[in-house]
């Protein structure tokens, strides 16, 4: 009975997930988001952008691991090899945006504590909401691992993630050392469009959510989809303000569409 109960309550939080990326996305287009450039310089209790990184992602890399450990019930679907991979497609991204991101930042700009609340929350759900699916309950034909499905998202989790980190590392190295101010971004995808690092992030979790088939994974990449596409607008909007000879041509966040 509480098996089934948890089962539940993981499949309702996906729902909810999908709900929240919708409103988010409605409350941001209204709003805006209020991090980085956009943060009120008033805004009080602002914390160091490395710390707050670093510990807001904390949740997502250390509830993977708990599940992995057989923290509070044996992980019985992690002896099945998808529920592996997919698990560990998770927690390699946390771990870059954990113990790697955090530390090549160069003077970010410090994070309004209400924007990192939100992010930990978020860690913390979806982050329960992943691992404890495909740690107790996601069940894969034996074949999995060979079907197009699997396949393909796998694929694209891994180009998507390499294209997020390509393209933070453009954004990182814009400024030469000493310099200040802000300067267009040329390189990779940023000849195309104005959010290369979102685009990829939001491709690597299609890609999970293609590999894993299941509305935990869809629900992900929806609320990832939401809220990146609102501040991707953000930034071009900026960009163009900001720059005369900003790239016309260039989208906002997917290559020639927009």
């Not at 996906?14 to 991090?35: D, F, I, N, R, T």
């Not at 670093?54 to 691991?65: G, I, N």
């Not at 396949?151 to 400024?175: E, F, K, P, Q, Y």
Request: one cysteine or more; charged letters at 15%.
């Amino acid at each position: 009975a509480m098996e089934l109960a948890e089962r539940f309550l993981l499949d309702a939080l996906a729902y909810l997930e999908c709900a929240l990326g919708v409103v988010c996305y409605v409350l941001l287009k209204l709003a805006g988001s209020p991090y980085g450039r956009y943060a009120s310089p008033g805004s009080a209790f602002r914390l160091p952008a490395r710390a707050a990184w670093a510990v807001q992602e904390l949740p997502s890399l250390a509830l993977p691991l708990l599940a992995c450990a057989g923290a509070g019930a044996p992980a019985e679907r992690l002896n099945r090899w998808p529920n592996c991979i997919l698990l560990a497609m998770f927690l390699v991204h946390y771990a870059q945006r954990t113990l790697v991101f955090p530390f090549l930042i160069r003077g970010g700009k410090p994070t309004p504590l209400y924007a990192f609340l939100l992010a930990f929350i978020f860690c913390t759900y979806n982050g329960y909401l992943q691992s404890r699916y495909l740690s107790q309950y996601a069940v894969y034909a034996d074949d999995w691992l060979s079907d197009p499905r699997f396949l393909t998202g796998s694929a694209l989790w891994l180009i998507g993630m390499l294209i997020n980190i390509h393209s933070d590392h453009v954004l990182r190295n814009l400024r030469k050392p000493g310099e200040t101010g802000y300067k267009i971004p040329r390189g990779g995808l940023f000849e195309y469009i104005s959010a290369a690092n979102y685009f990829g992030e939001v491709v690597e979790w299609c890609g999970y959510a293609l590999a894993s088939w299941s509305i935990q994974g869809w629900a992900f990449a929806l609320f990832t989809f939401c809220v990146l596409f609102t501040r991707a607008q953000q930034h071009h909007k900026w960009y163009h303000e900001k720059f005369e000879d900003y790239p016309k041509f260039r989208k906002i966040m997917i290559p020639f569409l927009i």
